[in-house]
């Protein structure tokens, strides 16, 4: 179905052309329309069009006013103040522009983007044979919230997944496990997520035990290094155990937050090995890196240390080895030769700015990022505890995300059995519910915050049934859905001749924006703007719901229909709008 032209779209094409035959001379003038508290819309646009032209600004409005074409979709418009317009859209206006959304069951009516691209974007990067923590959490959900919506929008997405899996730490871990070659083995075959860290962890610490006291071991540890790095072929496989066993570890993480990790799309930092080299002499050649006491360095005017001395970005160290910023932009080429990205996406920690700062400068200097190629870093604050320090245990330790995760899913299942009895879950309903309820509310509190700004890690506030939560929100859905069970043979009926209930017109317009709304997120990755819509629609529906019966007492048959329409698109738009966070909405709670 084609895309369903939104209420501002409607009312901002009358505007523009009675703008247009008022004042000529103007062009096509943009009215400034938007939202309002006074009316449905309000107009800004006159006020800086009747300077230039060196007009009355209220004079001007009026003209405008007497041109507009209303009717259908404007019921009224008057002039306020200095020269703005308050309008208000018929209620006829709103009923057929949400039917026109409600017969899109696929999109509800909103719109693809005009000029899509390719978008490579760069998140969730745990480190191999490393246990994932609290703060590997931003990553993931941040940006799979992000490819939702961009998808949605339609587009081309390719997801990247930039593990830690190589570096000299690997030296020691390969050679202990040369040497002790059955640590790894899986005797009963198939092992768990925990199972497989807990294998890592035992190895990790005998291998440094064994490293910091044998002085002929850490000899034969660096000697493997060199080995890695020169792709030594037993050296190699040791160093892929080390891999396979992680992600099996990391796939149960990210399988218990509810989010698919395609095995094609992890490419870690080995996966530039064989671009370094060259990635380094074209940088050297182009004049772009310079040599500085032995290492290649890029450098910056702006980038200076506490001693006002510059600080380079190092592409290749003094000693031969390579620094994280030729991996980067090694993988920088890749994307843009090689993925054809018109968009290169990082979700990386706000503390990584600087890095990536001089790296983005350092491929656009290269040639690599232009104006048709453009590289963007969507920095996230710290996760921190109730205390609004950095998040960690009563011993100072990391937060485990397992733990975490796990913590939060027993809170949801507490909250969700509380509740089960009178909705009737039986058990195995409560536990899934409980995983949905509980992943659906770390994922929230997370997206429901501007990435960029840090936020406290609270699980009682995140499992409350009140306030700004994803349980409100799913709440909500399922007692939308709970009325479709008691309706009887009453169905969705959209009714476009009725007047409508001021509740129902502040929950129909805001359904509008639907679309709006997406394409201002995906513009912006601001996926908390979505979560902002959802909860003023999940807030807006409790406030029809209770002043406009729907089921009981029972309204006449017309207006009984339009409010089940207005239901079920309320519905559906919860349901899509949380599907694009992430974010499961139980039929029943």
Sequence with gaps: MASVTSLTASVHQRLADALSAALPEAGSADPLLRRSDRADFQANGILALA????????????????RVASGDVIKDIEVSGPGFLNITVTDGAIVRNLAERYADSDRLGVPLAEHPGTTVIDYAQPNVAKEMHVGHLRSAVIGAAVVQILEFTGESVVRRHHIGDWGTQFGMLIQYLIEHPHELDHQGGAVSGEEAMSNLNGLYKAART????????KTRARRRVVDL??????????????????????????????????????????????????????????????RSD?????FFDDVKGPDGNPVPLIVKKSDGGYGYAATDLSAIRDRVFNLKASTLLYVVDARQSLHFKMVFETARRAGWLNDDVKAHQLAFGTVLGKDGKPFKTREGETVRLVDLLDEAIDRATSVVREKAEKVGLSEPEIEENGRYVGIGAVKYADLSTSAVRDYKFDLDQMVSLNGDTSVY?????ARIRSIFGKAGDRTP?????????????????????????????????????????????????????????????????????????????????????????????????
């Design 493 to 589: 009926v959209a009714h476009s001749e009725l007047e409508l209930a001021p509740s129902e017109r502040a929950l129909g317009l805001h359904l509008d924006r639907f679309g709006e709304t997406l394409e201002e997120v995906a513009a912006e990755y601001a996926p908390h703007k979505l979560a902002a819509y959802l909860y003023q629609l999940a807030s807006l529906y409790t406030t029809f719901y209770d002043q406009c019966p729907v089921i009981k007492p029972a309204p006449p048959q017309e207006i009984a229909e339009n409010r089940l329409f207005l239901c079920d698109l309320t519905g559906r738009t919860l349901h899509q709008g949380m599907s694009l966070l992430g974010i499961r909405t139980p039929e029943r709670l």
């Design 210 to 217: 064994v490293f910091d006291s044998d002085e002929e071991f």
């Design 473 to 477: 929100l799913q709440y909500a859905y």
């Design 51 to 66: 300077k230039k032209a060196k007009a009355n600004p209220r004079e001007l409005a009026t003209q405008v006013v007497e």
């Design 294 to 298: 032995g290492a290649l360095c890029v």
């Design 229 to 290: 790095q020169a792709g030594e072929p037993e050296t190699l496989a040791m160093w892929q155990k080390f891999v396979d066993e992680s992600k099996i570890y990391f796939y149960s993480v990210f399988d218990k937050l509810d989010m698919e990790i395609r095995d094609a799309d992890v490419v870690g930092e080995s996966g530039y090995n064989d671009m370094l080299d060259e990635t380094c002499r074209m940088l050297e050649e182009s004049g772009v890196a310079v």
